[in-house]
């Protein structure tokens, strides 16, 4: 087994291009959403052997499996009984296995092949070490990570890369998988990739030409074990940066982390700010972007970026610190101040973040379905005066003591969801006994079984209830927010679906007045 282990480990440190010797390695790839089947039929490509592993038995993933197949894979196994120990490859041990994102490390399979001291990849180190291929043009990597505010920054950068008439694309974590952009026919200039902490926890030897952190909070505690091995999950963002780190100038945490990284020399520390920049930083002076990091006369000078006006109707500030982390690794690139802000004009942050929904009697209705954990709540509540507060649903074991403690003072009131919101119900009562709140039962459906069962009816009708409790209580001058500081997959299928099911309630209020 050992010298098995050591001529696997020096065969895996020479595999750093599209054209190294892939050929014949033995590789479990497991899971097969979006990056686990990137990842598998990548490999196939490369001629690796493959088996997959996935728990759910589906006809849909029966379908993936006999696609892979017929592109060579040469095994693919699900059940739940395959994903308790790690299968052989061809009848002999995996020399690689490639895990998509969301499995813990201390899941059987993994924890079996980490013990066999087996090297375990995500599908974002697989890229990274595939980028670079004969013939074809290597795309440099912009990386963005933070408890909150990915996906926005992403595309925002993304866009500010295509208003400057470079191939870009965001992918990773979001849209696209990241191999499925590594292998584009066309390639790319640049690639906006948004890293989860479960992506950077499985990720080992990127080199970034810019990197961010866009902010910390407690999140994904029951997947990482402890706040602190997430903390250090977050911070490898900006391990082997090459040109700049872009850190959060009012979260402390984020300028520690690139304090305590290990950076390829001559990387400069980048700040962001909503308030006035210092130098070597980007900010906001009299309602406008501004830049004072990639200029040379930033001792006593700004270069000016874009408006506040230039991203919308509603620019809380959260918005304001995603565009000004873009328009820093962008600027890292070359990309000049006039393409940051057709970047920002041009950018369409889709559905669910800080969304508009409707005016009615002077009530303003938000939907923020995507603020699934209370650092994203925090910074919804944190752009409005008098709220009541649609929140509650899947925990993930985070406390809510701080975001109440913060946020108690604008609280109309709250209407609470979620089958178990036992943590908010208590924050809400020891720190804001004074608001009102009213709880939307979690059973609701006629045979009395809980609102998990048939999540498209019974999910529609929770948020039709909670809507109604809330328009009963907003005033003309109120904003009713839906933001619920919490997962979606106790009562809706996800953060869309929840978000949807709010719009679609709000319009039938419209309706009925009308």
């Known amino acids: 087994?050992?010298?098995?282990?050591?001529?696997?480990?020096e065969r895996l440190e020479s595999l750093t291009s599209w054209d190294a010797d892939w050929p014949g390695l033995r590789v479990v790839v497991t899971g097969i959403g979006l990056s686990g089947f990137s990842a598998a039929d990548t490999l196939i490509e490369l001629g690796a052997k493959v088996v997959l592993v996935d728990?759910?038995?589906?006809?849909e993933n029966r379908a993936k499996?006999?696609?892979?197949?017929?592109?060579?894979?040469?095994?693919?196994?699900?059940?739940?009984?395959?994903?308790?120990?790690l299968p052989l490859v061809d009848g002999e041990p995996a020399e690689l296995v490639v895990t998509s994102p969301g499995w813990s490390p201390r899941q059987p399979l993994l924890a079996a092949a980490a013990a066999a001291g087996i090297a375990i990849w995500g599908d974002v180190e697989l890229a990274w070490r595939v980028r670079e291929r004969a013939g074809r043009r290597t795309a440099e990597w912009l990386v963005i990570t933070g408890t909150n505010g990915k996906t926005t920054t992403v595309g925002l950068a993304a866009s500010m890369l295509q208003a400057a008439g470079l191939r870009a694309i965001a992918a990773g974590n979001v849209g696209t998988p990241i191999l499925d952009a590594i292998r584009d026919p066309l390639g790319y200039d640049v690639i906006a990739v948004e890293l989860s902490s479960f992506q950077l926890h499985w990720s080992h030897s990127l080199s970034p030409l810019a990197s961010v952190c866009l902010n910390i909070a407690q999140d994904h505690v029951d997947w990482h074990?402890?706040?602190?091995?997430?903390?250090?999950?977050?911070?490898?963002?900006?391990?082997?940066?090459?040109?700049?780190?872009?850190y959060n100038a009012e979260q402390r945490e984020t300028e520690a982390m690139v304090e305590e990284a290990d950076v390829v020399e001559g990387c400069r520390a980048i700040g962001f700010t909503t308030g006035m920049p210092a130098v070597s930083m980007v900010g906001v002076v009299e309602n406008l972007l501004v830049d004072r990091a990639f200029i040379e006369a930033r001792k006593d000078s700004a270069a000016e970026l874009a408006a506040l006006t230039d991203l919308g109707e509603l620019a809380p500030r959260h918005l304001v610190a995603n565009a000004l982390a873009a328009a820093a690794l962008v600027r890292a690139y070359g990309v000049e101040p006039a393409a940051v802000r057709d970047g920002i004009r041009n950018y369409n942050p889709g559905a669910h973040r800080i969304q508009k929904i409707a005016e009615i009697d002077g009530v303003l209705w938000v939907n923020d379905s995507k603020a699934t954990n209370p650092h994203?709540?925090?910074a919804s509540l944190a752009a409005f005066s008098s709220v009541v507060w649609?929140?509650?649903?899947?925990s993930k074991g985070v406390d809510y003591s701080e975001l109440v403690v913060a946020h108690s003072g604008r609280l109309k009131a709250v209407v609470v969801i979620g089958q178990d919101s036992t943590g908010l119900l208590a924050a809400l009562e020891r720190h804001a006994p004074d608001v009102p709140v009213i709880t939307v039962p979690a059973r609701d459906t006629d045979n009395g079984e809980p609102a998990g069962g048939d999540e498209h009816v019974t999910g529609g009708k929770i948020m039709a209830s909670a809507v109604a409790a809330a328009a009963g209580i907003a005033v003309d001058g109120d904003t009713?927010?839906?933001?619920?500081?919490?997962a979606s997959m106790d009562q809706f299928t996800s953060y869309a679906h929840r978000g949807d099911a709010f719009i679609e309630a709000v319009r039938g209020i419209q309706e009925g007045q009308a």
């Open 390 to 394: 649609i929140a509650g649903g899947l």
């Open 1 to 9: 087994m050992g010298c098995w282990t050591v001529s696997t480990n």
């Open 55 to 59: 728990a759910q038995d589906t006809e």
């Open 376 to 378: 994203a709540a925090a």
């Open 65 to 85: 499996a006999d696609t892979l197949k017929i592109v060579g894979a040469h095994q693919v196994l699900l059940g739940p009984e395959h994903t308790q120990s």
């Open 225 to 246: 074990g402890s706040y602190e091995n997430y903390l250090a999950d977050k911070a490898k963002i900006y391990a082997n940066t090459k040109v700049a780190c872009v």
């Open 480 to 486: 009713v927010l839906m933001a619920p500081a919490a």
